[in-house]
Nanobody
Framework: QVHLVESGGGSVQAGGSLRLSCAAS????????LAWFRQVLGKERERVATFFTDGTTTVDDSVKGRFTISQDNAKNTLYLQMNSLKPEDTAMYYC??????????????????WGQGTQVTVSS
């Protein structure tokens, strides 16, 4: 059975740092897209960082220069290093995996395998 388990969330003051981890297990198909999303209550889930299987990464403009996505293949773990955190970064953060190309259209909940989420709260 496929599992993605996030950890590392918490409460920090503005300017602080957190590192999120996502441990993957049980995948029977090759993953082509690994990503971190975040969601604020009442808003749509948005992708903030992507790790492609060729090793390239992208981050959303809102977190560029502050967040870094990386992967440890040996540990089957995806990371999101978050520095210089701002109150607007407060959200539930989700790890996601997809066998096809990364998808940004409607109904994204059906397009990815998701973890349970980890809460990040940044106070001013």
């Amino acid at each position: 059975q496929v599992h993605l388990v996030e950890s590392g969330g918490g409460s920090v003051q503005a300017g602080g740092s957190l590192r999120l981890s996502c441990a993957a297990s049980g995948f029977m198909w090759p993953i082509r897209c690994l990503a971190w999303f975040r969601q604020v209550l009442g808003k749509e889930r948005e992708r903030v960082a992507t790790f492609f299987t060729d090793g390239t990464t992208t981050v959303d403009d809102s977190v560029k220069g502050r967040f870094t996505i990386s992967q440890d293949n040996a540990k089957n773990t995806l990371y999101l290093q978050m520095n210089s955190l701002k109150p607007e970064d407060t959200a539930m953060y989700y790890c996601a995996a997809r066998g096809g190309d990364c998808y940004s259209g409607p109904d994204i909940l059906r397009q990815y395998t998701w973890g349970q989420g980890t809460q990040v709260t940044v106070s001013s």
